[in-house]
Each structure stands twice: as structure tokens, then as C-alpha cells.
């Protein structure tokens, strides 16, 4: 059983009401149980909202308390951001999944890789807040480009 990011496979909790629907991931059910799930909504946050980045840091930091989360009209959601996460942890714990599939660059889901805090489409190193709870708690957490070039390996 695993946890993916809900938008993924194709439900509308993306910031803009839209999705990152790819067949690859829904492709995964062939094998296993997928519980799919979107930390930002279940923060409290509405969809479609103001996109956000993480300014000052990443997810770590932002669970540290040393960085925010911050949407592009300058309202910060970082409560949001942090409670969401633990929602996440929580259904984690209840059904025992050790594996998930995050959408990579997200200030949520990212893993390795999110958007760098400007709002001009910019790509710093670093982790989501809810990518980061999970690998704080021994998660582990595959970005979906990580996933997707891994299928394009399979398939040469
Ligand atoms: S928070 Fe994660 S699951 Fe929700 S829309 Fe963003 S990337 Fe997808």
C-alpha cells in the first residue's frame, strides 16, 4: 500500500481546481493499493487557492519553525502547510505505508527539488514540508519524476 499525491492520479486538488494526471500512476493499482491524498486541502485549504512557495528554506526548515510558507499575495499558510502534513503522517501511521509517490517541485509534496520562494518559476535544492514529515519519520518518499524516468528506463 502506498500513498500518492492525490492530484496525480488525476482528482482536482491542484491550486489552480486543475491536475497532474499522468496513466502511469494509476497504472501503479495493477499492483498495489493506493491511498491517494492531498496535504494542502486537507490543511484547510480551498481549491482552487493562491499557489505558495516556501520562502526562507525548505520543509525541514519550515517544520523547524525557521521558515514560512508564504502565498503569491503575501498571505502566509504556513499552519496550513504544517497541519496538512501531519494529516498525511497520521494516515501513514493508520494503515502502516512505509512508500510515497509526491509530486515533485510542490512546497507540499516535493522531494529533492521545490520552487525557490520567487514565484518566477524557479527551482531551488530542496524538500516540500509534507515530503519532509514523512522522511523525518522513516517514509520513503519517491518524487513523481523520479517515478516517471524510472518507467522510461523500464521501457528501453
Ligand atoms: S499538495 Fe500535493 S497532492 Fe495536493 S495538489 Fe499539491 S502536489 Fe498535488
Redesign the pocket.
Known amino acids: 500500500m502506498i500513498i500518492i499525491?492525490?492530484?496525480?492520479i488525476g482528482l482536482n486538488?491542484?491550486?489552480n481546481g486543475e491536475?497532474?494526471y499522468d496513466k502511469n500512476f494509476l497504472d501503479i493499482l495493477k499492483e498495489e493499493i493506493i491511498i491517494p491524498?492531498?496535504?494542502?486541502?486537507a490543511g484547510g485549504l480551498p481549491t482552487p487557492r493562491s499557489p505558495a512557495e516556501i520562502s526562507g528554506g525548505d520543509g525541514f526548515d519550515v517544520l523547524k519553525g525557521i521558515a514560512r510558507v508564504v502565498t503569491k499575495d503575501g498571505v502566509d499558510v504556513t499552519e496550513n502547510y504544517i497541519k496538512?502534513a501531519y494529516e498525511a503522517l497520521k494516515l501513514a501511521k493508520i494503515y502502516g505505508i512505509t512508500k510515497a509517490i509526491?509530486?515533485s517541485k510542490?512546497p507540499?509534496?516535493g522531494c529533492g527539488e521545490i520552487y525557490d520562494g520567487s514565484f518566477k518559476n524557479k527551482i531551488k535544492d530542496g524538500t516540500?514540508v509534507?515530503a519532509a514529515l514523512f522522511l523525518e519519520n522513516g517514509i520513503q518518499v519517491i518524487s513523481s519524476e523520479e517515478f516517471l524516468k524510472g518507467k522510461n528506463k523500464t521501457k528501453k
Open positions: 499525491s492525490s492530484c496525480l486538488s491542484k491550486y491536475n497532474n491524498f492531498c496535504p494542502e486541502q496538512g509526491l509530486k510542490s507540499s509534496c516540500g509534507t
